[in-house]
């Protein structure tokens, strides 16, 4: 059973910085892509940050330039570094795989998400 679990939410001023980690755990062999969405109030689901298994990410334009993600595939983990927070980027992050390989097969796996908020 593949499971993601996140850390690292909370409350940050404007302005400030927050780090989310993802941890995938299982019998896992590997995960074509790893990252984070998140979902506002009253808005749909969106995609944060998708990194490959070559390392390539690709950013939503909102994020480009203030978050940056980092993965170990040795490790099946991701992070997330969010700098210069701003108000609209509160909301429930979502850690995302994509193409998780196992003895099973191949599934998607979402994490339940950890609430961030930016507010002074």
């Known amino acids: 059973q593949v499971q993601l679990v996140e850390s690292g939410g909370g409350l940050v001023q404007p302005g400030g910085s927050l780090k989310l980690s993802c941890v995938a755990s299982?019998?896992?062999?590997?995960?074509?892509?790893m990252g984070w969405y998140r979902e506002a109030p009253e808005k749909q689901r969106e995609l944060v940050a998708l990194?490959?298994?070559?390392?390539?990410?690709n950013y939503a334009d909102s994020v480009k330039g203030r978050f940056t993600a980092s993965r170990d595939n040795a490790k099946n983990t991701v992070n997330l570094q969010m700098n210069s927070l701003t108000p609209e980027d509160t909301a429930v992050y979502y850690c995302?795989?994509?193409?998780?390989?196992?003895?099973?097969?191949?599934?998607?796996?979402w994490g339940k998400g950890t609430r961030v908020t930016v507010s002074s």
């Open positions: 990194t490959d298994l070559d390392g390539n990410t």
């Open positions: 299982g019998s896992i062999f590997n995960i074509h892509k």
């Open positions: 995302n795989a994509v193409g998780v390989l196992t003895l099973q097969g191949m599934l998607d796996y």
